[in-house]
């Protein structure tokens, strides 16, 4: 299996959305304006490397609403991206865009399900 690895959600004000999850939930919120303005939510304890501590926990972010989308996704990590990039449109999804390099993250492209929905896939940086 392929497993959620990270979730995103549109905002309209990032120090709004910042202070509602902190307050809410005590994530770590951090604005990173180099990222096309991103907010990314550390939801648990992570180690050095920015690894869960907790078994099946995933961080997320928030992207500005509007030209990135304006509706919530997910993320997916798989081993290969290319070789999923044919494995989703041979189901019937359709690939939005070329991949692009995250720089310590690894190989990302968004795809559109059978259902219209938005969804990342991930192939981590080894």
Do not use: C
């Not at 050095?48 to 961080?59: P, V, W």
């Amino acid at each position: 299996m392929n497993p959620v690895v990270h979730f995103e959600m549109p905002y309209i004000n990032n120090k709004r959305v910042a202070k509602f999850y902190k307050n809410a939930f005590g994530w770590v919120m951090q604005y990173i304006p180099k990222m096309g303005k991103y907010v990314l939510a550390t939801t648990s304890p992570v180690d050095k490397k920015q690894m869960h501590l907790k078994k099946g926990a995933i961080n997320g972010g928030f992207y500005p609403k509007g030209p990135f989308g304006t509706t919530s996704h997910v993320v997916i990590s798989v081993n290969n991206l290319e070789k999923h990039i044919e494995v989703v449109k041979k189901a019937g999804g359709k690939v939005s865009g070329k991949p692009m390099d995250i720089p310590g993250i690894g190989m990302f492209v968004m795809f559109k399900d059978t259902e219209d929905n938005r969804v990342g896939m991930l192939q981590p940086s080894r």
